[in-house]
């Protein structure tokens, strides 16, 4: 059975820092493209930053410089370091994984995280 469950979202004023994880079970992780998505209220879900199974990064220009995706294959985790936090990162924040098994993509997804940024 998949389980991404994702922690350390909150409460932080604008300016602040938080780190999110999201725990993976259930996946071949080491091979397994992770990603994290969030959604803000009356909008899409949008892609934050991904990281694929070999360590390419990418992200949104919107948080470059700012958030940091890394993965640790021996724990089976990925983490979102988030700094310089703006009001409109507020958002409810999910794990995401990609996993390719002959040649068909499944996707996964966490239950999701609520951020929420003061000003």
């Known amino acids: 059975q998949v389980r991404l469950v994702e922690s350390g979202g909150g409460l932080v004023q604008s300016g602040g820092s938080l780190r999110l994880s999201c725990a993976a079970s259930g996946i071949p992780f080491r091979t397994s493209d992770m990603a994290w998505y969030r959604q803000a209220p009356g909008k899409q879900r949008e892609l934050v930053a991904g990281i694929s199974g070999g360590g390419t990064i990418k992200s949104v220009d919107s948080v470059k410089g700012r958030f940091t995706i890394s993965r640790d294959n021996a724990k089976n985790t990925v983490a979102l370091q988030m700094n310089s936090l703006k009001p409109e990162d507020t958002a409810v924040y999910y794990c995401?994984?990609?996993?390719?098994?002959?040649?068909?993509?499944?996707?996964?997804w966490g239950q999701g995280t609520q951020v929420i940024v003061s000003s």
């Open positions: 995401q994984a990609q996993i390719y098994q002959n040649g068909v993509r499944d996707d996964y």
